[in-house]
Structure formats: C-alpha cells, structure tokens
C-alpha cells in the first residue's frame, strides 16, 4: 500500500512539476496545486497506512494510527488552499493588468 | 509561568494587527495605535533579551503538554537577540511609513499585514519545531503576498507572481523533507530531532535530507544559485516594504540553516558544511557582481543582500565557536544596516524624482545630512572599523584562518572591498557634481524620512563601538550553536 502511494505521490509530482514549467500563468497555478495535493500524500504515507484503526489513544484502543501525519496535513491542506486562491486572484489582476498570461512576456526589462 | 513570556512577541503583534483592521480607513488613529503598538512590542523583546541572559533559556511548552510532544516555543539567547532586532527595524518601519506610503496603500491594511509580517518572523525566529517554523514561514509569507501587491502597480503585480510562485514551491518542498525526516526520526521536535540523530549516527539518508532541507531554507535566503528571484520583487513595493523584506525575510532562511545545522545536521560536517563554504563563495562573487551591473539605485541595494548572506553562510560553513559568533554578530548587523540602506535608498529616488544613477547629479547641495547618512551606512555594510560590520566579518575571516579556509578568506575580503565600490557609485554620481537645478528641495519631508534611518543607524555605530558589550553576548551564542547538547537538554529538560 504505502509502494502505491509513494508512487502516486511522484506522478503528482512530475507532473506538477511539467506544469509549473509552462509559459500559461493558468497551467502553473494547477502545477503548484498538484505538487500539494502530492506532498499531502506524502505526509499521510510516511506515517504509515493502516485500515480500521483510528487516529486516537485511548485505553479502550489498542490498535492506532499515528495522528500526528492527519494533524500535519491538516494544517498543510488549509495552507495551499489559501495560498492557492491567493494566487488565482493575483494571476487574473496580474494578467488584466499587463495585458498578458504568458510568462515569456511578463519577464520584465531593466528600465523599470 | 514566567515562561509565557516566549511567545509575548508573537502574540502582541498579531493582536496588534487583528485590532488595527478595525479602524483601517481612520489614519491618524491607525498610525498612532500602531507606532504605540510596536513600541510596547520592542519594550517587551527588550525585556525577554534581558530576562534571558540573566537567566538562561525560556522554554514554553504549548497547553502545558510536555516536550516532545506538544509544540514548544524556546527563546534561547539566539532566538531572542534576533527578535530584539526584528523589533527594532519594525520601529524604524513604522515611523517611516506614513511619509512613504500613499494614505490609500495605508488605509489598505498596511499595517495589519505590517503586523502579521512581524508576528510571523518573530514565531520563526522562536518556535523549536520543524513544523510549526513552517507555519511560521507560511504565515510570515501571507503577510509578504499581500504586501507586495499594495498598490497594485502593474509592476507590482508581474513580479510579485514570481515572488509567490517561488515561495511557493520552496513551501511545498519543505512540508515534503518534514515527512521524509519524519519516516526516518518519527518527531518533529527539533531538540529531539537532534538527539535521535546523534543516537543514530547520520546516515546517507539523512545526510540527503539535510541537503533537501539546505534547498528549502537556501531558497528563502537567497543562496547561489537559487538568488535569482529576489533582486526585482525585492524593489518593485514601497520602500517601506522593502526594508522590511531585505532586512527580515531572508534572515529567517539564514536562521533556520543555523538552527537545522547545528542542532540536527552535526555529524557530517566535512560533507555538508565544507559544501556551505563553496556556496558561500560563489554567493559571495554572484551577489557583488550584480550589485556592480546596474544603474537603479534599489537594485543595487537589493543585490547587496546576496554577499551578506555569503558572508552568514561562510560562518556556518567553517563551523567553529569564533566564525559562529562573527556571524551571528554579522547577521544581527545586517538586518539593521539593510533596513536603513533600503529605507536610505527610498528616501533618495524619492527626493531625487529618479532611482536611475546616470540622471542623478549634486544631490549634496539639496540635502547634506542624506548624503552622509548614505556614507556611514556604506562603511558599515562594507565593514569598515569601528562600525559594526567590520567586527562581524573580522570574526567570521578570524575563524575561517582558524581552520585553513584560505580561499575563502580572500574571496571575503576582495566582495568587501566591491561592496563598499558598489554603495559608493551611489554617492559619487549621485551626490557629487553639479547642482541640479530641476529638484526643489523638500527639507521637512527629507527630515521626517532620515529620522528613522539615522536612529537604525546609531544604533550600527553603537554595535561597533559598543562591541566590549555586545560581543560576549555572540559568543556565548557561539558557544551555543557549537554544543547542541545545551539546546536539547533545555528543550528535552533531561
């Protein structure tokens, strides 16, 4: 299972990172949410996977996941998510204002 | 709980920001309450500076669960010395920038996200667990995304895509290596991080987590070959904003390498830190050399960022007590000196009309004191005695002699000798020559901008000429980083 989702996780990854290096403002924006969405994988598969046990310690428990990965991405999750939307907002005005969505152009010159 | 004094810097600024959206549109209000606010700010980092060397190491340990498994805030010598300094540019900040910014970029929720900024680096300056300084780095970004945009310039707006996009990315590589050395160690504490490392020896695996971790924090400081993003956001918000960055965001790259690398990262070091030293190097030569390519005025301010942090780098990189401290005398040096020079150099192309060096002339006869001001702050960067640039390097240079790092002693000391060049070409062609004719002087407003730059820059002076006081301090910082054991036994209490 974990094999599984290590390799997931990496197609996330590449192609994340395929995306991020387009010249569409709109197709780098979905590259860096990818890349998220792969290393929230990650976190849950490095704490190690198993079914039918909950995140919590209890005397009544004896068999737990580790909760520390589910509290981790948690926060990891909202995070992206802000930054996220930040950057939709952001790549629209940016676009609006230059005309532009197209990375080669919006390079920028020395005069200003 | 004496010790909920930790997190003090974190929690005023933050309330501080959250109270100061509610009347963000009364101006005169806003600016008051926040000028008192920071104040009050720097009076309680000022206490726990002193607190802390009185008496040691604060430790809070979040809803009183115990330590490796809560999260803790710990306010070593280190950490607290860098939020004293984070405070005090912050004071310089927020008295410079009514002047600077339009009311409508002030109404705007400057300060909010001022504030926000502040508490942000502060956390990640105090915070002792490699997740939560991620938080802390996220929240400190946040505030950065927002301030890069006000004003919403077209400028602004094109580079401030590439800012957050490279962030971003760095952001999310940084969540991945925590999991990786989360498999490998199983906690994120950074106390016990270390001590398991040592009970395991550094293996390959870590030791290629480490590097992974180097990438992360090498991103947000600026290291070579990952600087090229900084030069052009870095000038394209308000001067203001500027001083804010250069002076603070990438100092908490620079800190979480010191950190990472001397608590966790110890046992390989002829791999890892002798690799710093190469870094160091090219960083040093890449920075300058940018520095001395442009015209624009911030830009050459803004370069002159990537030498400083080589100099940081080379300090870690030779990794003993004396280079350790040089640095940390070096680092807490630089934030001050870069906030003036960027505040410095705001003043200028605003009272100048222009930032381009060539359509600069004689601005010594319209404003003297500006002049000079530019003239100290470049001796200080460059590290001329008695300011306190010099003592930093001096020790940094002592320590890399110390441990037969010749090369990078020259390199060092030939970037120094470019740096002053480089902040010189400012006040040759712009401040010598003819009288401009076209510039009418605004004498009350230049003054009104020069009075917080001259008070970030006594207190310069001060760190120089006050070394006998201050220099014990760093080196017991030194004496610190070089034996991580102390930093765990008062986080771990073992």
Redesign the interface.
């Known amino acids: 299972m974990e094999i599984i989702m290590a390799i997931l996780a990496g197609i996330l990854f590449t192609t994340g990172v395929y995306n991020?290096l387009q010249k569409q403002?709109l197709r780098?924006i979905i590259g860096?949410a990818l890349?998220?969405h792969?290393?929230?994988l990650?976190?849950l598969?490095?704490?190690k996977l198993k079914r039918g046990a909950p995140p919590i310690l209890d005397k009544t428990i004896t068999d737990y996941t580790d909760p520390?990965?589910q509290a981790?991405i948690l926060?990891?999750i909202v995070?992206?998510f802000?930054?996220t939307s930040?950057?939709l907002v952001?790549?629209y005005?940016?676009s609006k204002?230059?005309g532009t969505d197209n990375m080669e152009t919006?390079r920028?010159n020395?005069n200003? | 709980m004496i010790s909920n004094l930790t997190i003090l810097p974190v929690l005023i600024p933050l309330i501080a920001g959250i109270i100061a959206t509610l009347f963000h549109k009364k101006l005169t209000l806003v600016r008051i309450f926040s000028q008192v606010s920071t104040i009050i700010s720097t009076i309680v980092a000022s206490y726990v500076f002193y607190y802390v060397i009185q008496n040691g190491t604060l430790v809070l340990e979040s809803g009183d669960w115990m330590a490796p498994y809560g999260i803790v805030l710990v306010g070593d010598l280190l950490s607290v010395t860098l939020v004293l300094t984070t405070n005090i540019v912050a004071l310089a900040a927020v008295f410079y920038a009514p002047y600077s910014l339009s009311d409508e970029q002030e109404s705007f929720y400057f300060y909010t996200f001022y504030f926000l900024l502040i508490s942000g680096v502060s956390g990640a300056f105090i915070t002792g667990d490699l997740f939560n300084l991620f938080v802390f780095f996220e929240v400190l970004l946040m505030a950065s995304y927002a301030l890069i945009i006000l004003g919403g310039g077209k400028v602004q707006l094109r580079e401030s895509i590439k800012y957050v996009l490279i962030n971003l990315f760095s952001s999310m590589l940084f969540v991945t290596t925590i999991a990786f050395l989360y498999s490998v160690v199983g906690t994120v504490n950074m106390a016990q991080i270390g001590q398991r490392v040592s009970e395991v020896n550094q293996s390959g695996i870590l030791t290629t987590i480490a590097f992974l971790l180097f990438f992360v924090f090498g991103t947000k400081a600026a290291l070579f070959p990952l600087y090229y993003w900084l030069p052009r956001p870095y000038i394209a918000p308000n001067p203001v904003i500027s001083a804010l960055f250069g002076a603070l965001l990438t100092k908490v790259g620079i800190y979480s390498i010191f950190r990472v690398f001397t608590i966790i990262f110890v046992h390989e070091t002829a791999i890892t830190h002798q690799f710093f030293i190469w870094i160091a190097a090219f960083t040093l030569i890449f920075g300058v050399i940018g520095a001395l390519s442009t015209n624009n005025i911030k830009l050459i301010v803004a370069y002159n960022i990537i030498p400083a942090v080589g100099f940081m780098i080379a300090g870690i990189g030779i990794y003993n007590e004396t280079a350790l401290s040089g640095a940390v005398y070096y680092l807490v040096n630089d934030m001050i000196i870069k906030a003036a020079l960027f505040l410095l150099v705001g003043a200028i192309a605003y009272l100048a009309g222009t930032s381009d060096l060539r359509k600069m002339k004689g601005l010594i006869h319209h404003y003297p004191m500006l002049g000079w001001l530019l003239f100290i702050s470049a001796f200080v960067l460059a590290g001329v005695p008695p300011f306190s640039g010099f003592i930093g390097k001096l020790l940094i240079l002592q320590g890399a002699i110390e441990a037969n790092e010749i090369i990078i002693t020259i390199i060092g000391l030939l970037v120094s000798l470019l740096i002053l060049f480089s902040v010189m070409r400012i006040f040759i062609q712009g401040f010598w020559g003819e009288k401009d004719a076209a510039i009418v002087p605004n004498k009350p407003l230049a003054r009104k901008l020069m009075l917080p730059v001259a008070f970030l820059i006594s207190f310069s002076v001060f760190l120089g000429i006050g070394a006998e006081w201050f220099y014990p301090i760093t080196e017991e910082i030194g004496n610190n980083l070089m034996n991580p054991e102390l930093y765990i036994k008062s986080v771990l209490k073992e």
Request: proline share 3%; net charge negative; hydrophobic share 50%.
């Open positions: 991020l403002l780098i860096t890349i998220s792969g290393a929230h990650f976190i598969t490095m704490g520390l990965p981790l926060t990891s995070i992206s802000g930054v930040l950057l952001l790549a005005r940016a204002e230059n919006l920028g020395q200003d």
